[in-house]
């Protein structure tokens, strides 16, 4: 069994780094949509949700740095093109939403879309044992549950 230059074997590595580049792709469109809806965003809602735009897009830019970091440290390349992230995002562009209930239900559906790939990955990253990609996949999970229950709340469902 071949392995890379922190022990963990090519090709679960390799896997990995495609599935990660994925997520990255995902992220990139989450954030620019959590932009759109923070300078956009109009109604009763404006101040509270032009804020919770701003840290969940702060947030995103952070997971953004630390997955293309993870790509590197697997051996990988990170994607870094607005080309390779729309060819390889399933969170699509959000134009023109700008009132409280479609942003917030544009975020949960792109929440929901990002858990699937970290619980994905993190599933993958166990069978590699590959514990530091398990350890931020877990961390992401968790995290965002939290903010899926709060948006939801906010939505006035259950």
Known sequence: MSTNHIGLNKEQSRQLVDELNTLLANYQMFYQNLRGFHWNIQGPSFFELHVKFEELYNDAVMKVDEIAERVLTLGGTPLHTFSDYLKHS????????????????T???????LLELERKILELAGEADD????SQM????????KTVWMLTAYLGKK
């Open 90 to 105: 399933t969170i699509k562009e959000a134009a023109n939403v700008n009132d409280s209930t479609g942003t917030v239900s």
């Open 107 to 113: 975020t949960l559906a792109n929440f929901k879309t």
């Open 131 to 134: 514990e530091g990609t398990n």
């Open 138 to 145: 877990s961390d992401y999970i968790t995290q965002q549950e």
